[in-house]
């Protein structure tokens, strides 16, 4: 029973290290998110039509990600390029999404 109870503050500091690690690693993948916008932004010549995060006004109704920037484009046929950057929790992946698809009409 004793060795229990010193195992379990190990347990702990384990944890909350992996979770130091996490935000580590969330606030590098920001950086590469940013980043890549801005060089969206640059090619395009153009800001997006959104640029933000979950639940500021005029994010999209049909999107869950934390945070996207998308660039409607009616004179590609009426497409959409997307960006999103997503971590609901620190149990949960990051992951940075590129998506290109043709808005309905």
């Given amino acids: 029973m004793e060795h229990q109870n010193r195992a379990a503050p190990n347990s702990r500091l384990l ?3 992996n979770y130091e690690a ?3 690693l969330t606030i590098q993948f920001q950086h590469i998110y ?3 916008v801005a060089s969206y932004i640059e090619e ?3 800001q997006p039509d959104f640029k933000g995060s979950w639940g500021e006004e ?3 109704d049909d999107e869950v ?3 996207i ?3 409607n484009r009616p004179e590609e ?6 960006l999103e950057f997503d971590h609901p929790d620190r149990e949960s992946p990051l992951t940075i999404k590129l998506a290109c698809y043709r808005l309905s009409v």
């Fill in 22 to 24: 996490v935000d580590v």
């Fill in 65 to 67: 990600a934390w945070q």
């Fill in 44 to 46: 395009l010549r153009a």
């Fill in 58 to 60: 005029g994010y999209p």
């Fill in 15 to 17: 944890e909350e290290s």
């Fill in 34 to 36: 940013d980043g890549l």
């Fill in 69 to 71: 920037a998308f660039w």
């Fill in 77 to 82: 046929g009426n497409s959409r390029l997307q």
